[in-house]
């Protein structure tokens, strides 16, 4: 089973920048998919951006052209770069690993971490 520990977060100014990261073990990381996930108070997780085994990135609309995900094999880590924050950002972030597509339904997840965005 993979573990996965996410790091990073923490209390930023909207219109700042912070940078996500999520270490895996226990597996081959260059075989997995990835992904970042967000759960705002009240709110399903939904789904922020992933990233497939051959580098292929996807992003939901709120995040595009703020957010970057990207991963170093050599290091078996993946990360996310948050620019442009925004209080709506607001959210304990997630990653989640999965050999098939990374989703919501992917089994393994890490604890997640606070990134809270004040206006």
């Known amino acids: 089973q993979v573990q996965l520990v996410e790091s990073g977060g923490g209390l930023v100014q909207a219109g700042g920048s912070l940078k996500l990261s999520c270490a895996v073990s226990?597996?081959?990381?260059?075989?997995?998919?990835m992904g970042w996930f967000r759960q705002a108070p009240g709110n399903e997780r939904e789904f922020v951006a992933s990233?497939?085994?051959?580098?292929?990135?996807y992003y939901a609309d709120s995040a595009k052209g703020r957010f970057t995900i990207s991963r170093d094999n050599a290091k078996n880590t993946v990360y996310l770069q948050m620019n442009s924050l925004k209080p709506e950002d607001t959210a304990v972030y997630y990653c989640?690993?999965?050999?098939?597509?990374?989703?919501?339904?992917?089994?393994?997840w890490g604890q997640g971490t606070q990134v809270t965005v004040s206006s």
């Open positions: 226990g597996g081959t990381f260059s075989t997995y998919h």
């Open positions: 990233i497939t085994n051959w580098s292929n990135t």
């Open positions: 989640a690993a999965d050999r098939v597509a990374v989703s919501i339904r992917s089994r393994s």
